[in-house]
């Protein structure tokens, strides 16, 4: 069992940055692939990077490609969302995900799909005002 807590989140402007906190519970986090998706009113949850077990691969989204960049701190059981160059789209809630596969099973084509991971958290709010 992983539980998962986000943080980070809040109101910036347009062109501002945010760095969002995801800390893990258990002692095995470094054996999950994590990570990050959004949901806006209105709107189904986006896809927005994953991260492999030890950092090695990250996928992003199209939307948030070379603005965002997703990082993990295993000694600290923390994932991370560094978003920089906001803008009023990126508003949504951000969800941190975790998904207990082996190393050899972590593809793209599974990582980018919300039902692919076991464990989520509760979301953090991230506003970018115009």
């Known amino acids: 069992q992983v539980q998962l807590v986000e943080s980070g989140g809040g109101l910036v402007q347009a062109g501002g940055s945010l760095r969002l906190s995801c800390a893990a519970s258990?002692?095995?986090?470094?054996?999950?692939?994590m990570g990050w998706f959004r949901q806006a009113p209105g709107k189904e949850r986006e896809f927005v990077a994953t991260?492999?077990?030890?950092?090695?691969?990250?996928y992003y989204g199209d939307s948030v490609e070379g603005r965002f960049t997703i990082s993990r701190d295993n000694a600290k059981n923390t994932v991370y969302l560094q978003m920089n160059s906001l803008k009023p789209e990126d508003t949504a809630v951000y969800y941190c995900?975790?998904?207990?596969?082996?190393?050899?099973?972590?593809?793209?084509?599974?990582?980018?799909?919300?039902?692919?991971?076991?464990?989520w958290g509760q979301g953090t709010q991230v506003t970018v005002s115009s």
């Open positions: 995900a975790a998904a207990h596969v082996g190393y050899n099973d972590y593809d793209r084509n599974d990582a980018v799909r919300a039902d692919w991971y076991d464990y």
């Open positions: 258990g002692r095995t986090f470094s054996s999950y692939a």
């Open positions: 991260i492999s077990w030890i950092g090695g691969r990250t």
